[in-house]
């Protein structure tokens, strides 16, 4: 979506929704993990003081995850909060300006015209829940069998996972030997 600057204090709000495979449209690497299961919602409120327009609002869907845990697939709410400043460099381009300083609340763009496609995507991009358990009780796979503590129990769930690691073997070995 595309504003004239001019136009920013006019607005003031927006609502908008964008296509669930919307973010993996516009990123080019092969199997990204963007699964969207809704459409993104974005609410915004803008104001403009002399260059510098203020976004505040939140973006909001559904994602299909995996559990780093248990291997399932979950359903998660996605929501995140905006609070943004997009500074107007003065010139004949209209583009977003890599951010140059270390402020990751702070675009930069030049022209007439601000897009706000490239800044929902970089908000979407860094907020995404990319290691979330599917509950905070998730019990994981079975270590040995690698059946789903959540939904079956196994002979080796309270056993603990035997790791052979021949330098630690070799250490505790020595130190011991010599007490």
């Given at each position: 979506m595309k504003i004239l600057v001019e136009q920013v204090n006019k607005l003031k709000e927006l609502d908008y929704s964008l296509?669930?495979?919307?973010?993996?449209?516009?990123?080019?690497?092969?199997?990204?993990?963007?699964?969207?299961?809704?459409?993104?919602?974005?609410?915004?409120?803008?104001?403009?003081?002399?260059?510098?327009i203020e976004l505040?609002?939140?973006?909001?869907?559904?994602?299909?995850?995996?559990?780093?845990?248990?291997?399932?697939?979950?359903d998660n709410e996605f929501k995140h909060t905006l609070d943004l400043k997009v500074i107007r460099i003065p010139e004949k381009d209209n583009k977003i300006i890599d951010n140059e300083e270390e402020n990751p609340d702070i675009y930069y763009f030049n022209g007439n015209t601000l897009d706000l496609e490239p800044i929902i995507l970089s908000e979407i991009i860094v907020n995404y829940p990319y290691d979330m358990l599917?509950?905070?009780?998730?019990?994981?796979?079975c270590h040995?069998?690698?059946?789903?503590?959540?939904?079956?129990?196994?002979?080796?769930?309270?056993?603990?996972?035997?790791?052979?690691?021949?330098?630690?073997?070799?250490?505790?070995?020595?130190?011991?030997?010599?007490?």
């Open positions: 296509q669930k495979d919307w973010v993996k449209s516009k990123i080019e690497l092969p199997n990204t993990e963007y699964n969207f299961t809704e459409n993104i919602n974005i609410t915004l409120t803008l104001s403009k003081i002399n260059n510098i505040k609002g939140t973006i909001t869907s559904v994602v299909n995850l995996i559990c780093p845990s248990c291997l399932e697939n979950f599917c509950t905070e009780s998730c019990k994981g796979l040995i069998c690698g059946i789903n503590l959540n939904k079956n129990s196994c002979e080796h769930q309270n056993s603990k996972p035997k790791i052979k690691n021949s330098i630690w073997d070799q250490l505790m070995t020595s130190t011991t030997k010599g007490v």
